[in-house]
């Protein structure tokens, strides 16, 4: 499942990483199939009330299913509107960097939480995935606890409100159907290529997931399908632009940008500020104002860098960009196969993109360097160079398989990208 082509088709057979994950869950909650279980050709597989084992497994190998494996499966004992709401609350509680942005409406969170609906198909991915991925759970409760306060924090309806926690609490179930090597542990911040590749559909495949195994409004699949989108066209998998997002498309990327930003212990709600402008016109201005108030109104943070060391590594990172564009340009002059082309047309607009972050931050003309200018400058530096190592796998992406000599030029170029 490396492309999106591979994932077109319905899920008339069960996908053996999502299965591996339910029968994993299995082991200590009760699995059962809802319904009797036969193939595309009325062969039964699996008894109707029969728990899941790997018995199950060794049956459906290379079936088509008459019925998606999902939709004939129930966690009798898995994740439930209070087993989420006991979540909520212990992130609510939690010293988490995103207390300033969630505790202003957990009351209101915690209320809408306990009515999420919960779709049989929905419960049962949750339970394998809090079973077998549990950062990954912590991950979707985090997005939805994020995704319904921003949503609460602009006014909305009870309604509005529900619809963007379920978005948050659903965005990643697309992951279930990748190698869980692949998965979103790091926020793709240490993925090399060849994972980076398989990680690129997981929000397609969430959209099918909501789409055509659930009732959930169309509005929430697509949103789904969007959270790793940017409105300036360099998001994935589709790269599509501000026209073609989606409202509460561009509210959940600015969730799973903010989440990424703060994955480690050590990272603050001023770090994901930083990561929402690096780049500007990525992000929806309202959602992402948000998120910037609510730092900016911390105390700032401060480096323990002196200022010779802050100028020191903005014009290393100055140098890491211009010869980047350098580098680029020559290879985009002189190639003349179409794929190579478009990867270097693809890998111009993205550095062109980081470039531009660069000259609006500033902070390459300040002339008094501050403690707190040296911590956005940290802040800034790690996201340029992860942002680099972005622009290196979306350019392999595009690239494809090419021919060697033309691979070895393009594999020069992407690992000095990545030494970023």
Same mark, same amino acid.
């Given at each position: 499942?490396?492309?999106?082509? =591979?994932?077109?088709?319905?899920?008339?057979?069960?996908?053996? *990483?999502?299965?591996?994950?339910?029968?994993?869950?299995?082991?200590?909650?009760?699995?059962?199939?809802?319904?009797?279980?036969?193939?595309?050709?009325?062969?039964?597989?699996?008894?109707?009330?029969?728990?899941?084992?790997?018995?199950?497994?060794?049956?459906?190998?290379?079936?088509?299913?008459?019925?998606?494996?999902?939709? %004939?499966?129930?966690?009798?004992?898995?994740?439930?509107?209070?087993?989420?709401?006991?979540?909520?609350?212990?992130? $609510?509680?939690? #010293?988490?960097?995103?207390?300033?942005?969630?505790?202003?409406?957990?009351?209101? $969170?915690?209320?809408?939480?306990?009515?999420?609906?919960?779709?049989?198909?929905?419960?049962?991915?949750?339970?394998?995935?809090?079973?077998?991925?549990?950062?990954?759970?912590? *991950?979707?409760?985090?997005?939805?606890?994020?995704?319904?306060?921003?949503?609460?924090?602009?006014?909305?309806?009870?309604?509005?409100?529900?619809?963007?926690?379920? %978005?948050?609490?659903?965005?990643?179930?697309?992951?279930?159907?990748?190698?869980? !090597? *692949?998965?979103?542990?790091?926020?793709?911040?240490?993925?090399?290529?060849?994972?980076?590749? =398989?990680?690129?559909?997981?929000?397609?495949?969430?959209?099918?997931?909501?789409?055509?195994?659930?009732?959930?409004?169309?509005?929430? !699949?697509?949103?789904? !399908?969007?959270?790793?989108?940017?409105?300036?066209?360099?998001?994935?998998? *589709?790269?599509?632009?501000?026209?073609?997002?989606?409202?509460?498309?561009?509210? $959940?990327?600015?969730?799973?940008?903010?989440?990424?930003?703060?994955?480690?212990?050590?990272?603050?709600?001023?770090?994901?500020?930083?990561?929402?402008?690096?780049?500007?016109?990525?992000?929806?201005?309202?959602?992402?104002?948000?998120?910037?108030?609510?730092?900016?109104?911390?105390?700032?943070?401060?480096?323990?860098?002196?200022?010779?060391?802050?100028?020191?590594?903005?014009?290393?990172?100055?140098?890491?960009?211009?010869?980047?564009?350098?580098?680029?340009?020559?290879?985009?002059?002189?190639?003349?196969?179409?794929?190579?082309?478009?990867?270097?047309?693809?890998?111009?607009?993205?550095?062109?993109?980081?470039?531009?972050?660069?000259?609006?931050?500033?902070?390459?003309?300040?002339?008094?360097?501050?403690?707190?200018?040296?911590?956005?400058?940290?802040?800034?530096? #790690?996201?340029?160079?992860?942002?680099?190592?972005?622009?290196?796998?979306?350019?392999?992406?595009?690239?494809?398989?090419?021919?060697?000599?033309?691979?070895?030029?393009?594999?020069?170029? %992407?690992?000095?990208?990545?030494?970023?």
């Amino acid at each position: 499942m490396s492309t999106l082509t =591979q994932t077109e088709s319905s899920f008339g057979r069960a996908n053996p *990483h999502a299965l591996a994950a339910i029968l994993e869950a299995s082991e200590t909650k009760r699995i059962i199939a809802a319904t009797d279980i036969f193939d595309i050709s009325g062969i039964k597989l699996w008894a109707s009330n029969q728990p899941v084992s790997a018995a199950l497994q060794r049956k459906l190998l290379d079936r088509q299913l008459r019925q998606p494996l999902e939709s %004939c499966l129930i966690a009798q004992d898995g994740v439930t509107s209070i087993t989420l709401l006991e979540s909520l609350n212990e992130l $609510l509680q939690s #010293d988490t960097p995103l207390a300033p942005v969630l505790r202003a409406h957990g009351a209101r $969170l915690a209320r809408e939480a306990a009515y999420l609906p919960l779709h049989p198909v929905v419960q049962l991915l949750l339970t394998a995935v809090e079973t077998s991925r549990p950062q990954a759970y912590d *991950h979707a409760v985090a997005a939805m606890a994020l995704n319904g306060a921003l949503m609460a924090a602009s006014g909305a309806d009870v309604a509005s409100i529900r619809l963007a926690m379920l %978005c948050g609490l659903t965005h990643d179930l697309g992951e279930m159907y990748i190698a869980s !090597a *692949h998965g979103e542990a790091d926020a793709d911040r240490a993925l090399d290529f060849v994972s980076y590749q =398989q990680l690129v559909v997981h929000p397609h495949v969430g959209s099918l997931l909501i789409s055509q195994l659930t009732n959930y409004p169309a509005s929430m !699949a697509r949103a789904v !399908a969007e959270h790793h989108e940017r409105m300036d066209g360099s998001g994935y998998p *589709h790269a599509i632009e501000s026209d073609r997002f989606s409202p509460l498309g561009r509210l $959940l990327a600015v969730t799973e940008a903010t989440l990424s930003a703060v994955r480690s212990p050590y990272d603050t709600l001023q770090r994901a500020s930083v990561a929402l402008r690096a780049v500007p016109g990525e992000f929806d201005l309202h959602w992402m104002g948000r998120v910037t108030q609510a730092a900016s109104a911390l105390a700032p943070q401060k480096s323990v860098m002196e200022p010779a060391d802050v100028r020191a590594r903005l014009e290393a990172l100055d140098g890491v960009l211009t010869a980047a564009e350098a580098n680029i340009a020559a290879v985009a002059g002189r190639s003349k196969l179409l794929a190579m082309k478009k990867a270097m047309e693809l890998a111009q607009f993205l550095i062109s993109r980081l470039r531009a972050g660069w000259n609006e931050s500033g902070l390459w003309s300040v002339d008094a360097i501050s403690a707190t200018d040296a911590a956005e400058v940290e802040a800034l530096e #790690d996201e340029l160079y992860f942002r680099l190592r972005g622009v290196q796998r979306a350019t392999l992406l595009a690239a494809g398989r090419l021919p060697p000599e033309e691979a070895a030029v393009l594999d020069e170029i %992407c690992n000095s990208l990545a030494m970023g």
